[in-house]
């Protein structure tokens, strides 16, 4: 007897449009493709101080381009690349990225509760 499994595949690249295009020194980015992540982004990540711009690094390295453009997105537009990018970190990454999400929640909460009590 034999079993036939389908299994779904990530996209290797997916395509980001921000809002307003990245201009960084004479160069503009009015769309980042992001490739599927390898073990060499995240050798990007320890090259830089501070766990957001390790982040920075990895989406910076996945779609070639220099770390500068990810720290110009706006806020949304970063919340929208991490959404789009998701498939293409692997599991580890998103683990880390759905823990820290957690962590944050629970710190809003906490300081939430503290303000309502004074």
Same mark, same amino acid.
């Given at each position: 007897?034999?079993?036939?499994?389908?299994?779904?595949?990530?996209?290797?690249?997916?395509?980001?449009?921000?809002?307003?295009?990245?201009?960084?020194?004479?160069?503009?980015?009015?769309?980042?493709?992001?490739?599927?992540?390898?073990?060499?982004?995240?050798? $990007? %990540? @320890?090259?830089?101080?501070?766990?957001?711009?390790? *982040?920075? &690094?990895?989406? #910076?390295? =996945?779609?070639?381009?220099?770390?500068?453009?990810?720290?110009?997105?706006?806020?949304?537009?970063?919340?929208?690349?991490?959404?789009?990018?998701?498939?293409?970190?692997?599991?580890?990454?998103?683990?880390?990225? $759905? %823990? @820290?999400?957690?962590?944050?929640?629970?710190?809003? *909460?906490? &300081?939430?509760? #503290?303000? =309502?009590?004074?």
């Amino acid at each position: 007897m034999t079993t036939t499994e389908t299994a779904t595949t990530a996209p290797t690249t997916v395509t980001f449009t921000p809002t307003t295009p990245i201009k960084i020194g004479d160069k503009t980015y009015p769309t980042l493709t992001l490739r599927k992540m390898k073990a060499k982004d995240r050798v $990007a %990540a @320890d090259l830089v101080n501070g766990e957001s711009r390790k *982040t920075f &690094a990895v989406y #910076a390295s =996945m779609a070639d381009v220099p770390i500068q453009v990810i720290e110009e997105l706006d806020n949304d537009d970063f919340d929208r690349l991490e959404e789009l990018a998701a498939p293409m970190v692997g599991k580890s990454l998103a683990k880390q990225r $759905a %823990a @820290d999400a957690e962590m944050m929640q629970g710190a809003l *909460t906490k &300081a939430l509760a #503290a303000l =309502m009590k004074e």
